[in-house]
């Protein structure tokens, strides 16, 4: 007892006399400065525009800087929110988690400065990471748990960073949602109490909610002005993101994995690293942190993010399961004729003893059903050589069903609580796989490997997830472990799509979940795409796809032309309006061609022609939204600037349609006023030009004024219908 009492004053005595260091972590136009003095918790003090060294050396004197813990345990102040929780090895439910340092260093993207933590007690350290991009303004924290304590450590709450947040008119803007419904935008002033966001889906995180939110510092977000933190965590599982309004003169952020019935035993001399919680600061409103993560993404976490994508046909919504060998090459040949690269064969191609008619059999069974196919995938995708196009194919890796080979060989592979029955989901029989079982991984793996080493022509994989985790618990993890379930399903789900990635880095790989249920940064390093939704009705598309672009670039967003009534909401819109949403992300096509008119078809291979001239801008510019949907002005529109700023892409879609309506002049953005750009309408439907086609304006009178476009778009009078779109080019002369 003296001996700790010994070390107690030694840590005191040194907290008191060493000297605070301020740290600064910076980015390109970002700062973030912390405290870090040896022996003391340390603690926040700035995050926002770049610092000159001379405010940074004054920063404490400009006052109202609270000392916030940075990475606050559970134990010294037990009535704040803490960042780390754990029973260690001996019970002790405290912790205490002080300074022993800090290095710096460079990894060829960034410097990433690491914050040494331990208690004083326990042979427990903790390393805060900060990884800050020398060409993005983009921070990612992250940390590392290492337990040397004699016997296991047990984790409860073991959040990836925290930030506060100073108070004052704060908004937060989120996403929210459901199947087909995805990646709707709420936007809130921050109140008293505590705001919590969380998933608990086992499998899919982005259907109900999303682990990314931005805060507007200075009232109800802006699109081009004002100062927004953006915040984005990195991760494919069950996330919970916080943020505490108490009586201090902060916001206190926090975001990490769910803890919830996920305490995760760490054994001696094993080291738990969290997932990376991205932030970004701006003070170009809520795009400016759009482009900020828009930038980072397809650089430093989506698979080949630079790298232009087809244009496609899906054969999902034109033919559902009704899969032949006829229908699949006279889709690809309506693709080709209309100028696309490359066609999908979704659901419904597969199963031996059982067959894939419809979504309650056969998962897992991946060989070919030569009762549809007789001539197996080899002929497909010579079909798609024949016609000039890529070939693509769904598969549904992680689940299995119970009418199936695969489940009654290895029953003991799927997701089941300990001591209960089997818990089914879609089609009344659909399992998960469970993806923390080594042999489980292996077949996932063996899976891709073997359609892939078998048909290297074939150059897209939909990989869908259409199940969450029920009746959760592993027949592979030991009952002491059971809690580990939702993060070593998604530690294997990784592990496996890494051995892919490795195997095959070229193939194109779209993340399906339902629709949007895995639109996140944890997987996307491991993808080109993801499904933005099940519902391609066009106008509520808009609405998620604008939510969408929030965070992720429209090069990751697959967006189709469907056909009327809408399969999922039954509208009907006109075919002009459903090809201007569709381009505003990649563009591909959902529909049975052969049940198009020849006049549709014109009018479609016209906007493929038209969208792969704006491709680039499209899917590798910089966006800028103008009028948001959810202000209910009647309209929405946004637009894509090329990163030098000669060419651009405005998008105009009318959202109401009533008699005698004003609606807003829309002024542009990010062009340069000192540019001279010439108009050009794209898709166009109208009997005569609009005023302004061919026409040449100055950036800047385009931003400080704009230009209306007519309410409705004039064609015969029997083509006539209730909506009405526009696409202008803007070409720098």
């Not at 002033?189 to 909610?209: E, Q, W, Y």
């Not at 229908?327 to 003893?353: H, P, R, T, Y």
Request: one cysteine or more; aromatic letters at 10%.
């Amino acid at each position: 007892m003296r001996k700790t009492s010994l070390i107690i004053s030694a840590l005191l005595s040194l907290s008191l006399t060493a000297e605070a260091e301020n740290v600064a972590i910076e980015t390109p136009n970002n700062t973030l400065v912390v405290d870090v003095t040896n022996g003391q918790r340390p603690t926040f003090l700035y995050y926002g525009p770049k610092l000159a060294k001379a405010d940074m050396a004054n920063l404490q004197s400009a006052g109202g800087y609270s000392r916030m813990e940075l990475y606050l345990p559970y134990g010294p102040v037990p009535q704040a929110e803490p960042a780390f929780a754990c029973r260690h090895s001996d019970g002790n439910m405290t912790t205490e988690l002080v300074a022993t340092g800090y290095d710096v260093k460079s990894d060829g993207k960034g410097t990433i400065t690491t914050i040494h933590l331990k208690d004083p007690q326990y042979s427990l350290s903790v390393d805060l990471h900060y990884r800050a991009y020398t060409d993005v303004d983009m921070i990612e924290t992250w940390t590392d748990i290492v337990n040397n304590e004699r016997g296991t450590v047990t984790l409860t709450d073991f959040y990836s960073g925290t930030l506060p947040i100073r108070r004052g008119d704060v908004w937060l803007s989120s996403l929210y949602g459901s199947w087909a419904s995805e990646a709707r935008v709420d936007e809130e002033p921050l109140i008293a109490g505590d705001k919590v966001i969380k998933n608990t889906d086992g499998t899919r995180n982005s259907h109900t909610s999303h682990a990314e939110v931005m805060f507007s510092l200075d009232g109800k977000a802006k699109e081009n002005s004002g100062d927004v933190i953006g915040a984005a965590l990195c991760y494919g599982g069950n996330y919970e993101l916080k943020v505490i309004t108490d009586d201090s003169e902060y916001h206190r952020f926090l975001a990490g994995i769910n803890p919830e019935n996920s305490f995760y035993n760490l054994k001696k001399g094993e080291t738990f690293t969290t997932p990376p919680l991205a932030l970004t600061y701006s003070q170009e409103g809520l795009s400016g942190a759009s482009r900020n993560f828009h930038k980072w993404g397809r650089v430093y976490r989506l698979a080949h993010g630079n790298e232009l994508r087809r244009i496609l046909l899906n054969s999902w919504e034109g033919v559902y399961f009704n899969i032949n060998e006829e229908n699949m090459d006279q889709m690809m040949a309506d693709i080709a004729d209309m100028g696309g690269e490359l066609f999908v064969m979704d659901d419904g191609w597969f199963g031996s003893k059982y067959q894939r008619n419809t979504d309650n059999a056969a998962l897992g069974d991946w060989v070919v059903d030569t009762r549809k196919l007789p001539n197996g995938l080899e002929n497909l995708v010579n079909d798609a050589k024949k016609h000039g196009i890529k070939f693509g194919i769904w598969i549904e890796p992680e689940a299995t069903n119970t009418t199936s080979e695969l489940y009654e060989k290895h029953p003991d592979w799927v997701i089941k609580a300990p001591k209960r029955d089997i818990s089914c989901g879609r089609g009344g029989t659909q399992l998960v796989l469970d993806m923390s079982n080594p042999k489980v991984q292996d077949h996932v793996f063996s899976l891709v490997d073997n359609l892939l080493s078998k048909y290297p022509d074939i150059a897209y994989i939909k990989w869908d997830a259409n199940m969450p985790i029920q009746s959760a618990g592993s027949q592979y993890l030991s009952m002491d472990e059971q809690s580990h379930l939702y993060i070593d399903y998604h530690r294997g789900l990784e592990k496996t799509l890494k051995r892919i990635r490795a195997k095959y880095p070229d193939v194109t790989i779209q993340l399906c979940a339902s629709g949007g249920g895995r639109a996140n940064w944890g997987l996307l390093p491991y993808f080109d795409e993801f499904w933005v939704s099940d519902n391609t009705d066009a106008l509520q598309r808009v609405y998620m796809q604008w939510g969408t672009s929030y965070f992720f670039p429209a090069i990751a967003m697959g967006c189709h032309i469907s056909a009327t009534p809408n399969h999922t909401v039954f509208r009907t819109t006109s075919l002009k309006y459903r090809i201007d949403v569709a381009m505003a992300g990649r563009l591909g096509m959902e529909i049975q061609p052969k049940n198009m008119t020849a006049e549709e078809k014109a009018l479609c291979k016209k906007a493929i022609a038209e969208y792969k001239e704006i491709r680039p801008v499209v899917q590798l510019g910089d966006i800028y939204r103008l009028v948001s949907p959810y202000d209910h002005k009647g309209l929405a529109s946004l637009m894509y600037v090329s990163d030098n700023k000669d060419k651009a892409v405005w998008y105009w879609w009318k959202t109401e349609n009533f008699y005698n309506v004003h609606l807003p002049r829309v002024r542009m953005a990010g062009l340069d006023p000192n540019k001279s750009y010439r108009v050009h309408e794209l898709d166009r439907v109208d009997l005569k030009p609009l005023d302004c086609e061919g026409k040449v304006f100055t950036g800047k009178f385009l931003m400080d004024t704009g230009i209306d476009v007519p309410y409705t778009n004039e064609v015969e009078w029997g083509k006539k219908t209730d909506w009405s779109s526009r696409v202008l080019y803007l070409e720098a002369l």
